[in-house]
T-cell receptor, first 112, second 110 residues
Framework: GQQLNQSPQSMFIQEGEDVSMNCTSS?????WLWYKQEPGEGPVLLIA?????ELTSNGRLTAQFGITRKDSFLNISASIPSDVGIYFC????????????FGKGITLSVRP | NAGVTQTPKFRVLKTGQSMTLLCAQD?????MYWYRQDPGMGLRLIHY???????AKGEVPDGYNVSRLKKQNFLLGLESAAPSQTSVYFC?????????FGPGTRLTVL
């Protein structure tokens, strides 16, 4: 089946640093989604990308839809302690757009 | 506009008991989903619905049943709870390939 790969599993950065994470697949996706999940909460949509090459920002977050349609990147600039959480990528199954496939997520820790 | 809501937020069951988790959305979305999330396993799809009156199995449907009698509600039932069903359950609704999640229900089965 389709898989989305996110690595590493955990990232540790210093407050104020920029961080970049990516999501890759062996399959083509027509939509890329980035979610953040904080402890005890549900995933919250950060950015949705619908077009290859698209670059979209949401405050300090910037995400890009890879031109090959097989990857996407999320950048967080000038990190702050509240950026702590798990960041998931997701996209619809090819040929079955009623379901999404999710990456396992990257746990981000920010040291003050 | 509350988005996706779930009740209850926490529940403790004994093995063999039954319960129903309720999901409601006010965004008029056709598609709704139930996931479970376990450490190291990510989000796994239990059941989903592409419209009122329809349901379909996801990747881990055993031990669960669902119903979608009204467009805005999606119910997840456990007929005879087992300790392996201890998990955090998330409901989501979807439009334009984008899913919106509820806050989750933390279920413990003793």
């Amino acid at each position: 089946g389709q898989q989305l790969n996110q690595s590493p599993q955990s990232m540790f950065i210093q407050e104020g640093e920029d961080v970049s994470m990516n999501c890759t697949s062996s399959s083509i996706f027509n939509t890329w989604l980035w979610y953040k999940q904080e402890p005890g909460e549900g995933p919250v949509l950060l950015i949705a990308l619908y077009k290859a090459g698209e670059l979209t920002s949401n405050g300090r977050l910037t995400a890009q839809f890879g031109i090959t349609r097989k990857d996407s990147f999320l950048n967080i600039s000038a990190s702050i302690p509240s950026d702590v959480g798990i960041y998931f990528c997701a996209g619809p199954y090819t040929g079955a757009n009623s379901k999404l496939t999710f990456g396992k997520g990257i746990t981000l820790s920010v040291r003050p | 506009n509350a988005g996706v809501t779930q009740t209850p937020k926490f529940r403790v069951l004994k093995t063999g008991q039954s319960m129903t988790l309720l999901c409601a959305q006010d965004m008029n979305h056709e598609y709704m989903y139930w996931y479970r999330q376990d450490p190291g396993m990510g989000l796994r799809l239990i059941h989903y619905s592409v419209g009122e009156g329809t349901t379909a199995k996801g990747e881990v449907p055993d031990g669960y049943n669902v119903s979608r009698l009204k467009k805005q509600n999606f119910l997840l039932g456990l007929e005879s709870a087992a300790p392996s069903q201890t998990s955090v359950y998330f409901c989501a609704s979807m439009r334009w390939d984008t899913q919106y999640f509820g806050p989750g229900t933390r279920l413990t089965v003793l």
